[in-house]
């Protein structure tokens, strides 16, 4: 319980400061800023009523579902095999 409510705290906070120093660090240097692929990809499809909630679920729930099975499945998996822990 202690970590879940850490991570109501703490999540919230680090978001604050990520779009802070972006923020910033984009007006020092005078680069714009650029967006995620995947938020990209939603806006494109966010006007088809088909397309865009197969879009959502992809980017929401299929792609971060195969990335850990990738790296915490076989990659990690793997390098245990082969490095030990």
């Known amino acids: 319980s202690i970590g879940v409510l850490s991570w ?12 802070t120093l972006e923020l910033g660090l984009s007006a020092l240097f005078s ?8 938020i990209l990809q939603l806006k494109e499809t966010f006007s088809d009523p088909f397309l865009f909630p197969i879009m959502l679920l992809a980017v929401v729930v299929i792609i971060p579902f ?11 998996s793997w390098l245990i095999d082969k490095m030990g822990i």
């Open 31 to 38: 680069t714009p800023l650029h967006e995620q692929v995947a």
């Open 8 to 19: 109501f705290f703490v999540y919230p906070l680090i978001i604050i400061v990520a779009q």
């Open 66 to 76: 195969f990335e850990e099975l990738l790296f915490r499945g076989f990659l990690q």
